[in-house]
């Protein structure tokens, strides 16, 4: 049996037409992208052309990307860098309780520098109140910081609104768009975003890359030190042409080819879903927003299961389980827990993720494989 794939939103293959892109600076062109002589000639060029390509996908300008080397490090270069650069006044930042870890773990680390940290419930379809965003700021707030959309159950959050309600108050808006991007419409401007992550691996390109976009004006200080020639002066370090290549083309092939941002995606997950139900019947029940969801999210609870036992039934799916164990015992996902899920209910949990890759026939045979364990 074929095994078949339904994790995309924790790593996507990369793109045939990326790894095209990245070969030439695997195989040749290995100057030091500072230097001036032939050996380095079209490196920087190919980097700053790889920054307009990021920056055409996200509506802003290429003076505004600065690479980094995940997702991760764009938030807290984001969170962190914000933070320092204001060390030594009141500084408070507002979040949500189903932040990515990236979010999170700098938050609680700035908040034991000094930092205060308010961090937002959500509703049970995972989605904050911007009227909770606007209640909770306060005269020293100086970041909000809110995924685009959330990664294990695909809720979209009220971005927009936020971002009005932080540009009239002068507050800095980090967004964190490493599952958006390429999947739905991220443009900084009507988003009105201040800070911007996002990452490669989610995108049919590799992992060890990223960037941050940073709007023009807003200062930062850098994690990295070393050569202020580098990235605006906030990361130290020779770039690496191949990585950054293969994010500025892995984002032109958004706008080429607008993969994931079409019905497709959301065929091939109503069906997933659909079969599913109909295999279990009131035996499943679905966690997340019915409308305001990624297209390619699916993320369903099976009653009599743990997401964990029922996967490992079925060895040939590779998707993510809402659960962790520990020595035999199994924990909630954070992210469940946060919307209220019972705890029987959490650790049923399984996302499913379509993408670029997927056919109608896994799907099939996914539910297939799926519902001959269901007694």
């Avoid at 980097?47 to 802003?60: F, H, L, V, W, Y």
């Avoid at 080819?257 to 139900?277: A, I, T």
């Amino acid at each position: 049996m074929e095994r078949i794939y339904l994790d995309y939103n924790a790593s996507t293959p990369i793109a045939d037409e990326v790894i095209a892109a990245m070969q030439p600076f695997l195989a040749g062109n290995f100057g030091n992208p500072s230097s001036g002589h032939w050996a380095s000639e079209l490196l920087r060029p190919s980097i700053e052309n790889a920054r307009n390509q990021i920056a055409d996908t996200i509506g802003s300008k290429s003076s505004e990307i600065v690479f980094t080397g995940s997702g991760t490090e764009a938030s807290n270069l984001a969170i962190k860098g914000l933070f320092f650069e204001d060390w030594g006044r009141p500084f408070h930042v507002i979040t949500t309780s189903v932040e990515h870890a990236a979010t999170l773990a700098p938050c609680r680390f700035v908040e034991t520098l000094g930092a205060e940290v308010t961090v937002l419930p959500v509703d049970g379809t995972g989605q904050v109140d911007p009227a909770a965003v606007e209640q909770a700021i306060k005269p020293h707030t100086k970041l909000v910081s809110v995924m685009h959309a959330q990664n294990e159950v695909g809720t979209i959050q009220p971005i927009d609104e936020i971002g009005r309600l932080t540009r009239e108050r002068g507050i800095c808006f980090h967004v964190d768009a490493a599952q958006s991007v390429g999947k739905i419409p991220v443009d900084v401007e009507a988003m009105n975003a201040d800070l911007l992550s996002l990452t490669g691996q989610k995108i049919y390109g590799p992992k060890g890359v990223g960037a941050l976009y940073i709007r023009e004006g807003v200062t930062l200080s850098p994690l990295i030190h070393g050569p202020t020639a580098h990235e605006r002066g906030l990361r130290a370090g020779t770039e690496c042409a191949a990585l950054n290549v293969a994010l500025g083309r892995a984002c032109s092939l958004i706008q080429e080819k607008e993969m994931g941002m079409d019905d497709r995606s959301r065929l091939l997950r109503d069906r997933l879903r659909e079969g599913l139900m109909a295999a279990f019947g009131e035996r499943i029940l679905l966690n997340g927003h019915v409308k305001e969801g990624l297209p390619n999210t699916l993320n369903v609870s099976f009653l009599d299961f743990t997401g964990s036992d029922l996967l490992a039934k079925c060895p040939v799916i590779a998707a993510s389980v809402g659960s962790a164990c520990h020595s035999g015992s199994h924990s909630v996902s954070p992210t469940l827990e946060a919307m209220g899920v019972e705890e029987k209910t959490a650790l049923g949990a399984i996302r499913f993720s379509v993408g670029r890759y997927t056919t109608e026939d896994e799907i099939d045979e996914a539910i297939d494989v799926l519902g001959l364990v269901r007694e």
